[in-house]
């Protein structure tokens, strides 16, 4: 498969002069995004689980052009709110391939995606709860509709990215085949969904393999009771190495454990990755603006935190870091802890990690920051998000400006006197 490139693109596999020149251009922090690598991402999947309903799970990376690239590699859209329906649809992407999977929906998501299903009666809804189909069919709804189960099992990266076995989603698996049927009656029955969790890694395979075996056994059922499956969606959640010596997923030994838990079953097997398709095509950027010793540990302190990339205060998740700044050969090996600029003690990228002693200006890079990177930014501490670009300079999302901070603020209380 040479189009889908190397299994895995390291930090150090980023063009060193691209990076600072783009830093040096639009200013840090900032994204740096490789469309080219998206589409090589989506090949290796296409290779490995041929014929399969790929669905690109859009919270890990929303940009439009990202939506196009896997859209054109073959992959629909899968939508975790109306928002993301609504990029789906502003991109372009036809109804047919594009699916919202509707977790505790409120009601604006559902008038929005079911006004949306009136002009794309093709696109598919995936529920969760007997509440939500009802919900549905109040609103005129009786399109496509998949069925969320929670098979009981999951895994994941942290507890908290773990799905499968956690009540908040999905229909338990006894009460999937009442629920099907109701499906049946009143929609366009599209077939089940689960997804485990995310991140999963290869020692995670036992339970993606339980997870599997059990959909294809519901699946199985359900054709024996006259309702027909069209598609078994075994949700996404492919891991990628987020350390440097970390071997990449195996790929291949994942489909053929999916193939084989499946079993027979006269249905299209469906896969639903976010991160395994955007992490390793972008990188952050950083500069370094302090430096001190303190308490046995360099710190680094940079202009890009927990707003800009939350996943090190939110799971502790490990993302390497690379200085790119000047010579830094000469330079010894130092515990360096980076730090941003939010006044929070969880606002750290890495702590007490061995790195060239940095110095003032040095530009950083933090690897596999394409997933859930832009994406969970914030303004918290009132910190405008940062820009994202493609590698080629093309911006993808400005940055925000002081002027944006308080764009959404009710005008005119600023004058109002204090002592009035
Ligand atoms: N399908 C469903 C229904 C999901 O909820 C998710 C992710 C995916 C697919 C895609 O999972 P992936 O292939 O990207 O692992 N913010 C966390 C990850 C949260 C994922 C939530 N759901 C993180 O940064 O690790």
Redesign the pocket.
């Known amino acids: 498969r040479p189009d889908g490139g190397p299994a895995v693109r390291r930090l150090a596999d980023w063009d060193r002069e691209t990076l600072e020149e783009l830093a040096a251009e639009h200013g840090t922090p900032l994204y740096a995004f490789d469309p080219a690598r998206v589409r090589e991402n989506c090949r290796r999947l296409h290779g490995a689980f041929p014929g399969a309903d790929i669905q690109y799970?859009a919270?890990?990376h929303t940009a439009r052009r990202t939506l196009k690239a896997v859209h054109d590699e073959g992959l629909g859209i899968?939508s975790?709110s109306a928002g993301e329906v609504r990029r789906a649809l502003d991109a372009g992407i036809p109804g047919a391939d594009v699916t919202y999977?509707a977790v505790n929906p409120p009601a604006q998501d559902l008038d929005a995606v079911v006004a949306a299903w009136r002009s794309h009666p093709d696109l598919t809804i995936t529920a969760g709860a007997a509440d939500t189909i009802d919900r549905l069919a109040e609103r005129g709804f009786d399109g496509r509709l998949r069925l969320r189960v929670n098979p009981g099992v999951g895994a994941g990266?942290?507890e908290k990215?773990v799905?499968g076995g956690h009540p908040k989603f999905g229909v338990a698996l006894d009460r999937a085949p009442d629920l099907a049927a109701r499906a049946a009656e009143a929609f366009e029955f599209a077939g089940i969904h689960a997804?485990a969790?995310?991140?999963?890694s290869g020692e995670d395979l036992a339970d993606h393999r339980e997870l599997v075996r059990r959909m294809g056994e519901l699946a199985r059922e359900l054709e024996a009771d006259g309702i027909p499956v069209e598609t078994v969606d075994v949700?996404?959640?492919?891991?990628v190495p987020y350390r440097e010596d970390a071997p990449p997923l195996d790929l291949d030994a994942v489909a053929e454990a999916t193939r084989e838990a499946l079993g027979e079953v006269d249905a299209t097997l469906a896969i639903?990755?976010?991160?395994?398709v955007v992490a390793d095509a972008g990188v952050l950027l950083t500069r370094v603006n302090t430096v001190k010793e303190a308490l046995g540990t360099v710190v680094a302190g940079v202009d890009a935190g927990m707003t800009t990339l939350l996943?090190p205060a939110m799971?502790d998740?490990y993302h390497a870091v690379r200085n790119l700044g000047g010579d830094t050969s000469g330079r010894e090996q130092v515990g360096v802890t980076v730090a941003g600029p939010v006044c929070e003690t969880a606002d750290l990228l890495c702590e007490n990690r061995p790195l060239p002693r940095p110095e003032r200006g040095d530009l950083l890079t933090v690897g596999n920051a394409g997933?859930?990177g832009y994406e969970?930014a914030s303004t918290y501490n009132s910190r405008p998000r940062p820009a994202e670009v493609t590698v080629d300079g093309d911006l993808l999302r400005r940055r925000e400006t002081l002027a944006d901070v308080s764009r959404l603020d009710a005008p005119g209380e600023s004058s109002r006197r204090s002592d009035e």
């Open positions: 799970a919270k890990a899968e975790a999977t990266h942290h990215v799905t997804h969790g995310s991140g999963i949700g996404g959640g492919f891991g639903e990755p976010g991160r395994y996943r799971y998740a997933a859930y969970m």
